[in-house]
Structures are given as structure tokens and as C-alpha cells.
């Protein structure tokens, strides 16, 4: 059946970047896109961005423009969010999830486990 | 790209029914018909719970309903459930490939 398995917890410093993979299996990769969003603790979820796997188009919510990057690796099924300049309201339970289906304003079914990500000094 | 928005809470009695609203703009709720719901239980991921405005995945129980008006879409649960008690998201595409997604309501079965 179709799953995405998220890396493990991370804790990192402020200033410094975080990867999160997201890795697939279950189904042709290249068929859907992926959207990434986060949940800081107690509050709802925030929308970061999109990657086709298709052709590597990505968009991104304006609060994380210049801040995050998404790619993905077809050799090994995988999605990556990278997240630079941590800061301590970074903190938060990411999230991957994929497109259910191939077209635009798709939602998104599965999702991934969620990987926190802890920002202290 | 402002956040949908929803009640931060409802409640209802076993058996009752509860509506969920998620006001947005004609940019994204009123602009287009991909309107989304996701249940939230505490420490879980997300499920997706209705599509397209008003169309269930399959296995989601048909006591959850979506519509829209304008700019506002509901998530209505009848016959409400123990098991219903969760955080329940909004979610509407609002264009060239973004997402927006509501604040978040609680469903308390009282």
C-alpha cells in the first residue's frame, strides 16, 4: 500500500538548518506531487510548500520564501524539505504528505508520520 | 496568503449534529471547488476526511458532509460519535500550485 516513512527527530541550534526526508514507496514516485507543512505545539497546521516530482516545480508559502528549500530523489523514492536559520518558532512537528491525485488543487492522502524538529541553545 | 478561518471550538451531544465553517476569500474558498477536511486525533498525522467540497474518500462514514457558499465551506458530522472528538483543518488550493489551511476547530462530544 502506498506510505511515506519520515526521517527521525531532530534537535538543532538556532541559526542552523534542518533535512527532513520523506520516502515513499507503494506506487510510480514520479506520478504525484508532495506538500509539506508543519505544526508547532498546541496550534494548527501551516502550509510551507510543493514539488512536482514530475518536473521539479516548487512552490512556496511567502512566510518561507528564501528559507526553505524542497527537492526530491527519484533514485530512492525520497522528498526533502531543508529549513535554514532556525529559529526557537521553528519548533515543530513536520509534516510530508502527497497528492492523492494527479491534478492541480489535489488534496493530500497519505501522509507522513511527522518528524519534530526541536530549535534550542 | 491568510489562514482559512474556523471556530476554534464546537460541541455537541452524542447522536446530534455539528457544523464546522471555513470562511476564506475568492481567492481560494470562493475561487475554487478543492476544498478539503482533515481530522486531527492528538499525536496522530492527519486523515483526509472530505474532497473536492463534498466528496468522502472511501471509508470515511457518510455522517460527514461537506458544502460551500461563496466564500465559506462547512463540515457537517451527524449522528455525532465518541470517536469524532478530534481537531478538524480546512483546507482550500488557492491557486498556481499553494494550499491555504484554517486555524483549527475542536469537536468536544459532551
Partial sequence: QVQLVQSGAEVKKPGA???VSCKASGYPFKN???TWLRQAPGQGLEWMGWISTNTDKQTYAQKFQ?????TTDTSSNTVYMELRSLRSDDTALYFCAREKWDYYGSPFDPWGQGTLVTVSS | QSALTQPRSVSGSPGQSVTISCTGTSSDVGGFNSVSWYQQHPGKAPKLMIYDVSERPSGVPDRF?????A????LTISGLRAEDEADYYCCSYAGSYTWVFGGGTKVTVL
Avoid at chain 1, 66 to 70: D, M, Q, S
Avoid at chain 2, 65 to 69: A, I, L, M, V
Fill in chain 1, 17 to 19: 538548518s534542518v533535512r
Fill in chain 1, 32 to 34: 504525484y506531487g508532495f
Fill in chain 1, 66 to 70: 528564501g528559507r526553505v528549500t524542497l
Fill in chain 2, 65 to 69: 458532509s461537506g458544502s460551500k457558499s
Fill in chain 2, 71 to 74: 466564500n465559506t465551506a462547512s
